[in-house]
């Protein structure tokens, strides 16, 4: 069975940092690029981030660029997102999501998606 399992989201005040973690199982995970995509109340999915099979290429949407980094550790079939100076709006669930083969932003392309974590950043 296909599982993704995100944790790390919560409650954060404006400037602030998480990281969050999407763990995998029942796939082989070093062969598949892995996402984040996000939801907020009332909109709908909005790609983040990407990172190839091997971790070698990343991609992020422009809002994120240079305040979120994307990262995996194969060994341990784990994805991971950082995100800093966070910002209202930003608040949303994130789910992480797979496909097999390349990156590509088209968030209906995806094989495997998890259940989300919801992040909210208010004072």
């Known amino acids: 069975e296909v599982q993704l399992v995100e944790s790390g989201g919560g409650l954060v005040q404006p400037g602030g940092s998480l990281r969050l973690s999407c763990a995998a199982s029942?796939?082989?995970?070093?062969?598949?690029?892995m996402s984040w995509v996000r939801q907020a109340p009332g909109k709908g999915l909005e790609w983040v981030s990407s990172?190839?099979?091997?971790?070698?290429?990343?991609d992020y949407e422009d809002s994120a660029e240079g305040r979120f980094t994307i990262s995996r550790d194969n060994a341990k079939n784990t994805l991971y997102l950082q995100m800093n100076s966070l910002k209202p709006e930003d608040s949303a669930v994130y789910y992480c999501?797979?496909?097999?083969?390349?990156?590509?932003?088209?968030?209906?392309?995806?094989?495997?998606w998890g259940q989300g974590t919801q992040v909210t950043v208010s004072s």
């Open positions: 999501a797979a496909r097999a083969g390349g990156i590509v932003t088209t968030t209906s392309l995806y094989d495997y």
């Open positions: 990172v190839t099979d091997e971790g070698g290429n990343t």
């Open positions: 029942g796939f082989i995970f070093k062969r598949y690029a």
